[in-house]
């Protein structure tokens, strides 16, 4: 009889992303095998299509976080999963996964249900010298059920997704993407306006970002005056812009979602890390990919994990720093 698995991870965007090189390596070990996916609401949409889910288990955090979690835990129960593959260190999904009624439940040792999993594993973040990145740290959660080397992410966009994207593809096109949650994440406006003003006319540029990004994007089109920018945010879903960034000649991305988009679908990637650092973990793992960042080395950098609303310092000089020939570089410029 096929193994049945459930993977868990309902965090952002890019979360999801890293999380699929979990379903693409049990497929490889088991091709026979019943992968499930639970995640949050709204980020179902990148996994369309994809060939090796079953199901996707879908949690509405917002709407109805406690009674939604129990109605998924009653599902989840009924379908006597063989393995519960939880990737999260939080509270409600630890619950979830330790009376998931599964043969066996496989999760971090920070999360606080961990005492109750079958087996825990040490969660480790990346140190100086020890870079260790998101999708190894995942794939240790199933290193006993297939190897030590994780898969790379993949998305898979459908046929109809690449139809409706052959009209932007007529010619040779950048991608951009602006704007990240978090600011001390965000390469900021003028310096993307700067950038943009250095690159041929002739090229088309494509910004690509979620419709609270629109604005950001027509005063970047704005400023920099030129007829082929085109803003796209709001106008794709994470799919299709994935499926976009794929054909690009480079696409130019924060730390964040997109970085993740392109890495899993191969695509040519710079990456521009303002506050935070690749060693963290969640660096870009396409095979043509360019790390950007200060050239002067600063004390305060990284201040975080994560992201700030602000700049703790006031200066933001891991922004400021950068050089347009940096971005340039990597397109040959």
Not at 288 to 310: D, M, S, Y
């Amino acid at each position: 009889m096929e193994k049945k698995f459930l993977i868990i991870q309902t965090a952002f965007i890019g979360d999801v992303v890293l999380a699929t090189a979990v379903a693409e390596k049990l497929h490889q070990f088991y091709p026979g095998a019943e992968i499930d996916f639970m995640l949050r609401k709204g980020n179902q949409v990148l996994l369309e299509g994809h060939p090796f889910l079953r199901n996707i288990l879908v949690w509405d955090k917002k709407k109805e976080k406690y009674g939604g979690l129990f109605r998924l835990l009653q599902r989840v129960r009924r379908e006597k999963y063989d393995h519960v593959i939880n990737l999260q260190r939080f509270g409600a999904t630890g619950f979830l996964t330790a009376f998931s009624g599964a043969r066996e439940t496989v999760g971090f040792d920070k999360n606080p249900f961990s005492f109750l999993f079958s087996k825990k594993i040490q969660h480790l973040i990346s140190k100086p010298g020890i870079d260790t990145h998101e999708v190894d740290r995942n794939q240790m959660l199933i290193a006993h059920l297939t190897d030590g080397i994780a898969a790379k992410p993949r998305l898979y966009p459908t046929t109809a997704t690449r139809q409706k994207l052959r009209q932007y593809k007529n010619e040779p096109y950048i991608c951009i993407a602006p704007a990240s949650v978090w600011f001390t994440k965000q390469y900021p406006k003028e310096k993307w306006i700067s950038f943009l003003k250095a690159l041929p006319d002739t090229l088309t540029v494509y910004i690509i970002g979620a419709p609270s990004d629109a604005s950001l994007a027509d005063e970047i089109i704005r400023e920099v005056g030129a007829s082929k920018i085109i803003s796209l945010c709001g106008s794709l879903s994470l799919l299709e812009s994935a499926a976009l960034q794929q054909d690009a000649m480079m696409n130019y991305v924060n730390d964040s979602g997109p970085m993740h988009f392109a890495s899993a679908v191969n695509a040519p990637v710079t990456a521009i890390y303002c506050s935070t650092v690749p060693s963290f973990g969640f660096g870009p793992l396409s095979d043509r990919k360019f790390i950007v960042e200060t050239p002067i080395a600063l004390e305060c950098r990284p201040c975080g994990l994560h992201g700030w609303p602000a700049c703790p310092l006031g200066h933001f000089n891991c922004a400021h720093f950068i050089r347009d020939e940096q971005l340039l570089r990597s397109i040959g410029i």
